[in-house]
């Protein structure tokens, strides 16, 4: 497909660390921006964070800001979240995606990858 997780989700209790991993081997992820979503089951999906085209500077939502680590690599053409002192808050299905092409932030994204679920026990 699109994207293609090379590490998933899974079941990690509180306080653990994981880290999930997207690549595309059908487009290239360099000069765009891409960004990190989550959705929780009866919830609003909501956005974790964004890594900008222009200068790879990223952006981090309140809740996860300190915990969680956005990264790139263009050799690779994947993106990374390193997510580290998890809370039963953040289970949800985490989905990567690219947004259009000009968009410096993760305000219109064109390519979504899989979901893959993370859930945190407590």
């Not at 660390?17 to 909501?46: N, V």
């Not at 994947?78 to 997510?83: G, K, S, T």
């Amino acid at each position: 497909l699109r994207f293609s997780c090379r590490r998933g989700g899974g079941l990690v209790q509180t306080g653990g660390s994981l880290t999930l991993s997207c690549a595309s081997s059908e487009f290239i992820l360099d000069g765009y921006a891409i960004g990190w979503f989550r959705q929780a089951p009866g919830k609003e999906r909501e956005g974790v964070s964004c890594i900008r085209s222009s200068d790879g500077s990223t952006y981090y939502a309140d809740s996860v800001k300190g915990r969680f680590t956005m990264s790139r690599d263009n050799a690779k053409n994947a993106v990374y979240l390193e997510m580290k002192s998890l809370e039963p808050e953040d289970t949800a299905v985490y989905y990567c995606a690219r947004a259009r092409l000009g968009a410096d932030l993760c305000y219109n994204m064109d390519h979504w990858g899989k979901g893959t679920q993370v859930t945190v026990s407590s």
